[in-house]
């Protein structure tokens, strides 16, 4: 897979500071007269890695008495090392140590629950009965995903090295607050590495809250000969669950720990077709 590393990165040195890092770069130490005219280098390879394994269950009650159901259930693990695919900039942290970048993908879901089904209204003789109830058909969809992963970062350059992306230093075993959106992450679990040096937390080494998805569509067929009108309602978070987001993990942020977003509220929409 394709990767980015930071070629010209800034080298430590006591009293190193951010408004030195251009004076400090790579090139510039090893020759002072040319060096300064070069800033960043991105070098963007091949060399990175990347994996998946993982285990699908599935069960399936086919179309009997007007009931159809497909249940899956996946068990999976993705590691990679952070891909790119353009030279948008560097996506290793540490230029010296690209190894440790290896880690969770950013689409990493350990656990993925699927339950979908299909229910047809019967005939019925009755043809009053059957104008009212027939040919109706409801669809119920639920989906439920373990959470996305995360970097907890210092939000600045601890390295003085020029690169971004630095990760905190985890101090305590109970990463956790409340788990409450204004209090998911314990600030105290974290700390900042020793000026000039990164921390050995590894990316993506923390996982936010679970997802739980309800959805439901419900269709109507009006035939009418070769041609036919049908109706649709379609309902996304049927049951208007609030799927929070994962927190801010920027340690400099006023906000580290709270979560700030979550995925859609209950959407509806309907539709229309005429097949003629």
């Known amino acids: ?98 190894g440790l970048d290896y880690s969770a993908c950013d689409s990493d879901r350990r656990h993925v629950i699927n339950v979908s089904g299909v229910v047809s209204a019967p005939k019925f003789s009755n043809r009053t009965v059957q104008a009212i109830l027939g040919d109706w058909q409801v669809a119920p969809l639920v989906r439920w995903q373990s959470g996305s992963p995360y970097s907890v970062t210092t939000g600045v350059d601890n390295a003085f090295s020029g690169t971004g992306g630095q990760r905190a230093v985890q101090v305590n075993s109970n990463i956790y607050g409340d788990k409450s959106p204004n209090n998911y992450l314990n600030i105290n679990a974290f700390g900042s590495p020793l000026p000039g040096t990164y921390s050995t937390l590894r990316p993506n080494a923390f996982y936010g809250p679970s997802i739980l998805q309800n959805d439901v569509a419900v269709t109507r067929n009006f035939p009418d000969g070769g041609r036919r009108l049908q109706f649709r309602w379609e309902v996304f978070n049927m049951m208007n669950t609030a799927n929070f987001n994962n927190p801010t993990t920027a340690l400099n942020s006023s906000n580290f720990g709270r979560i700030l977003s979550a995925g859609d509220p209950r959407i509806m929409q309907f539709a229309l077709k005429f097949d003629f």
Do not use: H
């Open 1 to 98: 897979m394709w990767r980015a590393t930071e070629l010209n990165y800034a080298i430590y040195s006591p009293g190193a500071t951010t408004g030195t890092t251009n004076a400090r770069r790579f090139l510039v130490l090893r020759n002072p007269t040319y060096g300064g005219y070069y800033g960043t280098i991105g070098q963007l390879d091949d060399s990175g890695r990347s994996n998946y394994n993982g285990m699908l269950l599935s069960g399936q009650r086919r179309l009997k008495g007007g009931l159809t159901v497909l249940a899956n259930y996946t068990l999976s693990k993705c590691m990679s090392d952070p891909p790119t695919t353009e030279l948008t900039g560097p996506t290793i942290t540490d230029p010296t140590n690209p």
